[in-house]
């Protein structure tokens, strides 16, 4: 998740029904459409559900568990007008034996910027984790005038639960311009909601899996944010870990016509800081690699 580089992701209705079953029939029901129509534009769509299951889901009998399910219900999100998530955040834990998975905490967010915590909030990301990173490989490209321009981040996630799809992503600038940060999809996924407050440089977007997983199944995707121009360019680069990964890479790119003159990486873990010189010689880009580590800070800096 990017954070501030200074420092150290019509159907409104029945929205707040608590189980799927209630909150599917109120979606069918204001829609309008027939189970025959459902089940006409699940087949168009490449997963067909039968009319018998689609009644059962209503009831409560059953409800989606396998891979193609689940993809079934994120198309009917969309055929049924509901926002996106809604009905797979209401699936209970998955029929079988043994005791439910209690869901990892996400790590707290930075104090000091107070508008993140609130930009996830209204993404609807909570305190726990349905993803969490298992891998994380964070590329930012700066001009020849010293510019921070694309930041690319490839995930590789695991799912806590069925029906995870979605991934928290983070911007926070320090010297904000009021331009505003875009973010675009690269591979794997797709950019749903974002939340942008451009006179701050707060910016966060939900990036939504190509489908969603079952309990334990990974993932990759990958994203691009174009960045907005500062007021003062920055000369560092951070990412928060909301939980510990098995390795994240950050590697910083420059622009062989304009080079630093020194470079630093280092990493924040419980408060506690550890910061390497490092020096560049003939390259002209720095990687900052760390294993089985986080929730916490890791970052480069550099002065020109």
């Known amino acids: 998740m990017a954070t501030p580089q200074h420092r150290g992701q019509g159907g409104s209705q029945g929205l707040g029904d608590a189980t799927f079953p209630a909150a599917?029939?109120?979606?069918?029901?204001?829609?309008?459409?027939?189970?025959?129509?459902?089940r006409r534009r699940l087949d168009e769509r490449g997963t067909p559900v039968s009319i018998a299951t689609l009644s059962y889901w209503?009831?409560?009998?059953?409800?989606?568990?396998?891979?193609?399910s689940l993809e079934a219900v994120a198309h009917l999100e969309e055929i049924l007008g509901v926002p996106r998530g809604h009905l797979l955040s209401k699936l209970g834990p998955r029929r079988r034996p043994g005791p439910a998975r209690e869901l990892p905490r996400a790590a707290e967010l930075p104090v000091e910027i107070p508008l993140a915590t609130q930009a996830m909030q209204q993404l609807g990301f909570g305190d726990t984790l349905e993803l969490?990173?298992?891998?994380?490989?964070d590329t930012l490209d700066v001009d020849a005038q010293g510019v921070q321009r694309v930041r690319t981040i490839r995930n590789v996630v695991r799912a806590m639960r069925d029906g995870a799809q979605r991934i928290?992503?983070?911007?926070a600038t320090d010297q904000p311009s009021g331009e505003r940060a875009h973010f675009t999809?690269?591979?794997?996924?797709?950019?749903?909601?974002?939340?942008?407050?451009?006179?701050?440089?707060?910016?966060a977007?939900?990036?939504?899996l190509e489908r969603p997983l079952r309990v334990?199944?990974?993932?990759?995707?990958?994203?691009?944010?174009?960045?907005?121009?500062?007021?003062?360019?920055?000369?560092?680069i951070e990412y928060f870990l909301l939980n510990r990964v098995s390795e994240l890479m950050i590697?910083?790119?420059?622009?062989p016509a304009k080079l630093p003159v020194t470079v630093e990486t280092y990493t924040v873990l419980d408060g506690m800081t550890t910061s390497s010189l490092v020096d560049l010689g003939e390259s002209t880009s720095v990687q900052h690699v760390v294993h089985k580590v986080g929730p916490g800070r890791v970052g480069i800096r550099w002065e020109f």
């Open 185 to 203: 999809a690269v591979s794997g996924c797709r950019v749903g909601r974002t939340i942008s407050h451009d006179a701050e440089g707060v910016f």
């Open 216 to 236: 334990d199944e990974t993932a990759a995707a990958e994203h691009r944010v174009t960045l907005p121009l500062d007021l003062d360019p920055e000369q560092s």
């Open 58 to 68: 209503q009831s409560g009998r059953s409800q989606p568990q396998r891979v193609g």
């Open 251 to 255: 590697w910083v790119r420059f622009d």
């Open 205 to 208: 977007a939900e990036i939504i």
């Open 132 to 137: 969490v990173d298992l891998t994380v490989h």
């Open 168 to 171: 928290p992503a983070l911007l």
């Open 24 to 38: 599917l029939r109120t979606a069918v029901k204001h829609s309008g459409r027939s189970l025959e129509s459902l």
